[in-house]
């Protein structure tokens, strides 16, 4: 009997052996497939940058959360674990890694998903970019004309066309594009085709006022850039140069034009995400005040109760922890949010460090620790929901005034609008200094603790290691924010 005691033991030693072997296989399997990963993303920023720097700014930030996170690290230690038969630490790994994986597939998915949404944007700059190459082309052409160089006449009338020809096609995509449509019955000059109506034979003829500004002048160049071609055939040096001249005038204003639609379409797509943050915020802060109420009368309940009533009590804590979870998982929707727009780099750092909070809370109370501690905590992710969504609301109405002041041109002159940040320097400057300051408590804070690590053999040392981790990597992404700003690149 006691040898097949010490069998049994023997095989189940061999059966755990291998089970543990055959895990951090598998580990080391998955730890090298990530790694690759990271190195993927890394070549496809590097490829991405030219041909699409907003896709790669997204990629680039996926590859920095990464490293910040030491995914890469880390799963090497799960591999470690198992091979140590350390099966509860690799359990606890295991989940917070799962946790950071999804949040980076979120950020990747949002890199796919901005590219939907952008597209009339990314028309309107291929048609800008076609006008720019059209004026430049009929600049250097007027540029030619005025030399009066012998025998040129000929070649100037050919380049005169050729350009005409590439116009009447860019005109013909922004008629596809926009659905110009003639008014009154009465058919534009949609064909340069016509030389013997003049510019003002065509207005009295066609409702051009009636027509989109774009519209125009489009149109309007097209008939300059034919009338040109005739003065150059008919030997008409000065006559050519002032149709040239008006032609550039008018892919001047087709240009500007254009520019105006791709402000109005950046700002109409910031004032949507500003407005789903506004609503998200209104609601995290409103959960998150009634958490911190309902957490400080547990903590009045809890003196001299009894054993059934502090089960209870504890009940009641549970539904909190559920409720803080909802709005964890409010901020996650709102971090999506933040990182498509790219722009608000402080502003997805603070609601990082409030995340870090808000899930620190919730696993306080589910560990029963209701205490001080535990309402400062909910004081600063209130404190914290506060600033941000006052920024939000100050952006909110700064977007509500660019709007609303969008037909004074002056106003917008040398404002890329394309690149209007979701959210002010001043304000994201704001946050950062915010954040540095609760870093700086928290800093102080544990430090306490681990001085009093002796006086508290209960402590528990692993939460607090994760935390000063935590902590380490808020300093160091507060140090890149700031270098980014300094260097210009969030601006």
């Known amino acids: ?233 008919k030997a008409e040096r000065e006559g050519a140069i002032e149709e040239q001249e008006e032609a550039i005038a008018e892919l001047q204003r087709l240009k500007e034009e254009l520019e105006k639609i791709l402000r109005q379409l950046r700002e109409e797509e910031l004032m949507q995400t500003l407005e789903k943050l506004e609503e998200r915020f209104k609601r995290m802060l409103r959960l998150e005040q009634a958490i911190h109420l309902q957490t400080e009368h547990l903590i009045n309940q809890l003196a001299g109760e009894s054993s059934s009533e502090q089960r209870q009590i504890k009940i009641q804590a549970d539904r909190l922890g559920i409720n803080q979870q909802a709005v964890i998982e409010d901020a996650e929707a709102a971090l999506v949010l933040l990182r498509e727009d790219g722009t608000a780099q402080a502003m997805v750092e603070s609601l990082l460090q409030a995340r870090f909070d808000m899930m620190e809370v919730k696993n306080r109370l589910e560990r029963t620790a209701w205490d001080a501690v535990t309402l400062h905590i909910t004081d600063e992710v209130i404190d914290t929901l506060q600033e941000m969504l006052s920024a939000i609301q100050a952006a909110i109405e700064e977007s509500r005034e660019r709007q609303e002041n969008a037909e004074n041109q002056s106003q917008q002159e040398g404002r890329g609008m394309d690149e209007e940040p979701l959210i002010q320097l001043l304000a994201e400057l704001r946050m950062i200094r915010s954040m540095q300051r609760r870093v700086n408590e928290r800093t102080i804070r544990y430090d306490d603790e681990i001085k009093q690590i002796q006086e508290k053999p209960d402590a528990d040392l692993q939460l607090l290691k994760l935390a000063v981790e935590e902590l380490a990597r808020q300093q160091n992404r507060i140090s890149r924010i700031l270098h980014e700003l300094r260097i210009g690149k969030t601006q």
């Open 1 to 233: 009997m006691f040898y097949r005691f010490v069998i049994i033991e023997i095989v189940f030693l061999f059966g755990m052996s291998a089970l543990a072997q055959e895990l951090s296989d598998k580990q080391r399997n998955l730890a090298g497939r990530y790694a690759q990963l990271e190195q993927v993303l890394l070549r496809l920023t590097e490829t991405s940058a030219a041909s699409d720097p907003r896709k790669a700014t997204l990629l680039h930030k996926a590859v920095l959360e990464s490293r910040d996170k030491l995914l890469v690290q880390r799963f090497g230690t799960l591999v470690s674990a198992l091979e140590r038969r350390q099966f509860a630490d690799a359990i606890s790994g295991q989940t917070t890694i799962e946790q950071d994986l999804l949040e980076l597939l979120k950020l990747l998915e949002s890199a796919t998903r901005y590219e939907h949404g952008d597209a009339e944007k990314e028309k309107i700059k291929d048609f800008l970019k076609d006008v720019e190459a059209i004026l430049h082309s009929e600049r250097t052409l007027r540029n030619q004309t005025r030399k009066q160089e012998p025998n040129t006449l000929p070649v100037l009338e050919k380049g005169q066309q050729d350009i005409r020809m590439k116009a009447q096609t860019l005109h013909d995509r922004l008629a596809e594009h926009e659905g110009w449509q003639p008014h009154n019955g009465n058919e534009p000059s949609q064909s340069a085709n016509q030389p013997e109506q003049s510019p003002s034979q065509t207005q009295q003829n066609q409702p051009l006022q009636e027509w989109s500004p774009s519209q125009q002048a489009m149109q309007k160049a097209l008939e300059r850039m034919k009338q040109a071609e005739q003065q150059l055939q």
